[in-house]
């Protein structure tokens, strides 16, 4: 049985490195990209979950969710906001997005989200 999907749209490398050991750990198969390589990386390899930052460079979290949304290849798949609190709670409303999570995030949160998530898809 091939292992659920993850799709992690972050600038900061760190924040990248992170989530792809944490998950990985869990069983998950971790794939990155940024700006319109990740909206291509969604539509063809269709993952189980997006884990979206909202303040990158080009295309930002917002407009990466509208899109994301607007394309019916990808319209479905869960979307995951990472981001500060103060940038969540000021932005994330306004998103088409299933899930919030704030950074720092708590690895067990991480891993409960992005379970239900995945066993809903």
Do not use: C
């Not at 292992?3 to 998950?28: F, K």
């Not at 979206?52 to 994301?68: A, F, Q």
Request: proline share 7%.
């Amino acid at each position: 049985m091939p292992s659920n999907t993850v799709l992690v749209i972050d600038d900061d490398p760190l924040i990248v490195e992170l989530l792809y050991a944490a998950l990985e750990a869990q069983g998950y198969t971790v794939l990155s990209a940024l700006g319109s390589a990740a909206l291509q990386l969604a539509h063809e390899r269709h993952p189980d979950v997006v884990l979206l930052d909202i303040g990158m460079p080009g295309i930002d979290g917002v407009e990466m969710s509208r899109r994301l949304r607007a394309d019916p290849t990808t319209a479905d798949i869960p979307l995951i906001v990472i981001s500060a609190q103060d940038r969540l709670l000021a932005t994330s409303s306004t998103m088409p997005v299933d899930d919030r999570l704030s950074k720092p995030f708590d690895l067990a949160r991480l891993y409960d989200v992005v379970a239900h998530w995945t066993q809903s898809n």
